[in-house]
């Protein structure tokens, strides 16, 4: 039962390593140029703030992933991770302030990409999906794979909290 | 120590409902018009998704403020909330998805008003706080209460946390 739990976990961490790392690499890797009557111009992630945010986020989340998963536990690096992640009492404090970095960051950039494909008729924003549709549909992969990621991180977040309460709730019973 | 406890998690609760209230009204009357060139247009928060986001969650979280100071302990209504709260097993479910919410819906509507700020010239979206700076204003004005508000629900957030666990704690000590 402490076997299958264990491969579970690491199952899930590992898919959610896979989430945030392919969210960085598909936003990063996406530009087109396009011409646009006399004007030629290159769109990419690095022009947009949330898009850099989102970038920044989930190559964060990634590092931390990397380690949780491939770090020997014996190793010095390894134990400040741990050490970190206990210092907020007893709990899982990464899995915390992931989650909600994770959120915030595919909110912002939801909000603009969502501009980029509808406009706002009002302040006069022109949707620009059209002129840069290669690039618009690897933006909406990053962030498909995004809403995985938190997903995955609110589960190991719940799970996490659940894996550190039932010893202290089956005591009480 | 009981009694202190009980004024300061009012208090907390009862800024916290404050805020939420305010960032809506103060979102909702934000409008202006204004003429460029020949066109006349009215920017008001309606016209853009991620405000709209903003308000509704805010007005949620406005309302179970409201429920959770005001409304009498032996009431129907009261007991149904407490219901849904502890559905989550031990845990205080609104705080935990309010948190989430309210930081959700403050990054979209805040990476649309840097757009209207700042412009984004690759795109061709033009800032227009140049145009319309009152109603700027008033959005930037919610914005700073809506953080205000994330900030309290996740300190309401933590303090439930502990003050669940402690008695826990404290009896496996």
């Not at 989930?58 to 990397?66: K, L």
């Not at 994770?102 to 990409?113: D, G, N, P, V, Y």
């Not at 706002?120 to 059209?130: F, Q, R, V, Y």
Request: hydrophobic content about 55%; some cysteine; aromatic content about 16%.
């Amino acid at each position: 039962m402490a076997e299958t739990k264990r491969i579970f976990t690491f199952l899930l961490r590992f898919i959610a390593f896979c989430t945030t790392l392919s969210a960085v690499i598909i936003m990063v890797s996406s530009r087109q140029r396009a011409t646009v009557l006399v004007f030629s111009f290159e769109a990419k992630y690095s022009d947009t703030p949330a898009f850099k945010y989102f970038v920044i986020v989930n190559a964060i989340v990634s590092v931390y992933g990397f380690l949780v998963l491939f770090l020997p536990s014996k190793s010095l690096l390894w134990r400040l991770v741990v050490a970190l992640d206990a210092s907020d009492g007893f709990f899982p404090f990464f899995y915390k302030v992931f989650t909600i970095l994770l959120t915030s960051s595919i909110s912002a950039a939801l909000a603009i990409a969502y501009v980029g494909e509808k406009g706002n008729p009002i302040a006069g924003w022109l949707p620009i999906c059209d002129q840069v549709t290669k690039y618009c549909n690897q933006v909406k992969g990053a962030l498909i794979v995004g809403f995985v990621s938190v997903v995955l991180y609110m589960l190991l977040f719940l799970y996490s909290l659940h894996t550190v309460l039932n010893p202290l709730l089956l005591e009480k019973s």
